[in-house]
């Protein structure tokens, strides 16, 4: 059984570029979170998605950031117009349905955002 | 929001010995309570998580505590190999979803 899986594992861009980061979940896992770890501090929560739906996004900046986890396909996070404070590495975590653990989440190996 | 302090930042060990971090907590509500093992370059993963209703957990060489009351659980790891040396982050959360992270405690583990 795959982990979580996030591509691309590094990712460079310049100022005002977009940078868009994806999210396969483990198997059978059906909700998925986002988290970003700025160098040498734990991880924020951003936001918590299930299949075509937000759930929470109350830790993602109101502007320039989105998620979404269509019925097919993997999970996105987009930042447009990326800023040198956007640098950071981001991860994805995957959880079981409600009626499993849902608590326990799996993470991937992270993506890390490099702004030029 | 919940507010998780972690301590200490770092933790240097001679190879045998224990190493224990402690995690406090803010929110009453929060119920689980996960520590994560990072590796450079890794993302985070799972080591042992402990409920509200269970006071200690053991799984070998890894023991987690947990004290509502005081509002705090910490991490035992004994007879710390090499291999043990990476990043610990402890987390609180409801049962639901949001995990709040501590900002991780470096441990080396010198042979």
């Known amino acids: 059984n795959a982990g979580v899986m996030q591509n691309p594992r590094h990712l460079v861009r310049r100022r005002g570029q977009e940078a868009r980061l994806r999210c396969s979940p483990m198997k059978g896992h059906s909700h998925v979170y986002w988290y970003r770890q700025l160098p040498e501090e734990g991880l924020k929560f951003m936001v918590y998605l299930q299949k075509e739906n937000i759930i929470d996004e109350s830790g993602m900046p109101k502007e320039r950031f989105s998620a979404e986890f269509p019925k097919e396909g993997p999970s996105i996070l987009r930042i447009q117009q990326v800023v040198r404070g956007d640098s950071a590495a981001y991860f994805c975590?995957?959880?079981?349905?409600?009626?499993?653990?849902?608590?326990?989440?799996?993470f991937g190996p992270g993506t890390r955002l490099t702004v030029l | 929001g919940e507010n998780v302090e972690q301590h200490p930042s770092t933790l240097s060990v001679q190879e045998g010995d224990s190493a224990v971090i402690k995690c406090t907590y803010s929110d009453s509500a929060s119920n689980y309570f996960p520590w994560y093992k990072q590796e450079l370059g890794k993302g985070p993963q799972l080591i042992i998580d402990i409920r509200s209703n269970v006071g200690e957990k053991k799984d070998q060489r890894i023991a987690v505590t947990l004290n509502k009351t005081a509002k705090h659980f910490s991490l035992h790891i004994t007879e710390t190999q090499p291999e043990d040396s990476a990043v610990y982050f402890c987390a609180a959360g409801p049962n639901d979803y949001k995990l709040s992270f501590g900002a991780g405690t470096t441990v080396t583990v010198r042979a």
């Open positions: 975590a995957s959880s079981p349905p409600l009626a499993a653990a849902v608590d326990t989440q799996y």
